[in-house]
């Protein structure tokens, strides 16, 4: 993937009326067109921009579905 960015560390957030959170702005500035947020592990959650979400949706079509480990799957 190319011009990947990394956020990594731990930002508490509350939501808004609407159910919305606020992205930092740093955040905002990596992913100016537009972000995938998907759940990750242990109540985390990813942030993809477009580009790199394209690559890796590729990579796990490509999978056989014998590679899935579905059971691992942990519901919030």
Request: hydrophobic letters at 40%; a positive charge.
């Amino acid at each position: 993937m190319t011009n990947t960015a990394s956020f990594i560390g731990e930002y508490t957030h509350s939501l808004d009326v609407k159910g919305r959170v606020a992205l930092p702005v740093k955040f905002r500035q990596k992913l100016t067109a537009g972000a995938i947020i998907t759940r990750g592990l242990d109540r985390t959650l990813f942030v993809y921009n477009k580009s790199d979400w394209e690559v890796l949706a590729q990579k796990l079509v490509a999978l056989p579905l014998s590679q899935w480990n579905l059971t691992d799957r942990e519901e919030f």
